[in-house]
């Protein structure tokens, strides 16, 4: 009988028990040159004749396991990893089944298994990819154009590249070129299992800097895509308390409700935590303009969005979402406990008994208006919104004289609408009784969007302007005053002290 058997990806323990007790056994073992660990002949008995097909042809291989067969003698074809991976079994069976030659095959752990467990991660993520991608970079073994590195690419799904550590620069070029980003996650494992096995993590496009950093070209497996980083997936149904299988009757707990921060609108000014969050949630829900602003980066998720004035409604079937076992984010635009979600959806969640509520910081608009501006908010400063729509009007005025008195920097939100085009214009009339006509001001509008806009002004030149709710505005204190084009407010450094 000829056993082709797979020898794993290198330490010689994870061979198989079948594939042990059948190199234990054998008469003649032809193996696989240096791609297997030479440890494992050590399994061998004393007197097994032994050869290295690393330089051997088909041929010679050939006449071998004929000349052994009508011997009667036990052959072990030892191939490394699963020699159905790259392993050139097909030409060697077909010509045994010519011959009428017995042959099996015992199945071996893969080299891409043995990656996996170096990395320490789950290929088939929930929520990231369902996939794997087995494949190699064209070479002097050609790769039929329908299986392109760059065609697979475009699948997104995770990539276990053989074969390809000497072809980098150019493998990095297909993927791109395919739609992987540049920083998409990658790892390069150079002899996965070895006791020289060595971990390279890097991106897409780094992928020629850190093979050659490490000094590998060779015997090495590239992984890439974003279960690389093994980060934004979802809980697996298997083991989740709300999932009813066979053996046991599901109990939906509760989803969480988070309440995002967005920042001030661009997905690239919204934090780490909070696009991990949005990615992890089964449900995104939020005012219809802000979620659409991010409707695109998530088109998987189910949205829920209601107009503006329906806030309570919003946060309600918010937690709906929840209480039916889906974690569920409330997006608002900048930071959701300024003017934001974050204090409704807890008043309210008292009565989803079992819901967790958490808050994940943005960035508000007064921080990035202010970076736009250059530096207006470097002291104490006062943020005071012009809608009545919560707020009583006398207690909005009340709030502005008392910041401008005590020469605050004043950021204003919300400064007119079609329903109150004139509040501004009187905000900034109250002000000036407590500060100078040329007191140094700025707003922005559309912070973070397309169409930002930034101006530096005078208070008695700002008062009669056009703004809207997407401008904010920045009211100067006393010492405030305008640097090239930047709006800056000193903090009382002492220059050159030391």
């Known amino acids: 009988m000829i056993h082709i058997v797979g020898a794993g990806p290198g330490s010689p323990d994870l061979i198989t028990v079948r594939g042990q007790k059948l190199l234990g056994k054998a008469d003649v073992v032809i193996y696989a040159g240096s791609l297997v660990n030479p440890e494992l002949l050590d399994m061998t008995r004393e007197g097994a004749l032994i050869y290295d097909s690393a330089r051997m042809t088909l041929e010679e291989v050939i006449g071998i396991v004929e000349r052994s067969w009508e011997a009667g003698l036990c052959v072990v074809r030892l191939h490394t990893g699963d020699p159905c991976i790259y392993g050139a079994i097909r030409e060697q069976m077909d010509w045994m089944d010519e011959k009428g030659i017995a042959y099996d095959i015992c199945p071996g752990v893969s080299s891409f298994c043995g990656a996996a467990a170096a990395l320490g991660m789950e290929y088939t993520l929930p929520d990231v990819t369902q996939s794997v991608v087995i494949t190699r970079m064209a070479g002097r073994t050609p790769v039929p154009e329908r299986e392109s590195i760059r065609g697979f690419a475009s699948h997104g799904a995770a990539m276990v590249i053989f074969l390809s550590t000497g072809m980098v620069k150019e493998l990095s070029r297909e993927l791109m070129e395919g739609g992987y980003k540049a920083d998409t996650p990658a790892a390069i494992v150079y002899k996965a299992t070895w006791p020289e096995e060595k971990v390279v993590r890097c991106t897409v496009g780094t992928l020629k800097e850190a093979a050659e950093k490490e000094h590998i070209t060779k015997t090495a497996l590239i992984v890439v895509g974003d279960s690389v980083a093994q980060k934004g997936y979802e809980r697996s149904k298997l083991y989740d308390p709300g999932f009813t299988t066979m053996y046991r009757e599901g109990k939906r707990a509760p989803g969480t409700m988070y309440v995002v921060g967005m920042g001030p609108g661009n997905v690239g000014q919204m934090t780490g935590e909070a696009l991990e969050t949005l990615r992890r949630c089964q449900v995104i829900a939020g005012y219809t303009v802000y979620v659409d602003l991010v409707r695109e980066h998530f088109p998987q998720k189910e949205f829920l969005t209601t107009a503006m004035t329906r806030e309570e409604e919003r946060c309600r079937k918010a937690l709906e979402c929840c209480m039916e076992g889906k974690d569920t984010a409330m997006i608002c635009s900048g930071d959701a406990g300024v003017y934001g979600m974050a204090g409704l959806m807890l008043e309210l969640s008292k009565e989803y008994p079992g819901i967790e509520v958490k808050i994940v910081p943005g960035v508000t608009a007064a921080c990035a208006g202010g970076a736009v501006l250059g530096a207006p908010l ?67 509008a559309n912070i973070g969007r397309e169409g930002q806009s930034m101006e530096v002004l005078s208070l008695e030149e700002i008062k009669d302007r056009q703004v809207d709710m997407f401008t904010t505005v920045y009211i100067g204190n006393s010492h405030t005053k305008q640097i090239g084009p930047y709006m800056v407010t000193p903090r009382g450094y002492r220059h050159g002290e030391k």
Request: aromatic share 10%; proline share 4%.
């Open 378 to 444: 470097m002291h104490d400063f006062a943020v005071v919104s012009l809608s009545d729509r919560l707020t009583p009007l006398d207690t909005i005025w009340d709030r502005i004289e008392s910041a401008a008195r005590a020469d605050f920097v004043m950021c204003i939100y919300n400064p007119a609408s079609k329903g109150r085009p004139d509040y501004f214009r009187q905000a900034c009339q109250r002000i000036l009784k407590y500060r100078s006509g040329d007191t140094v001001c700025g707003l922005v």
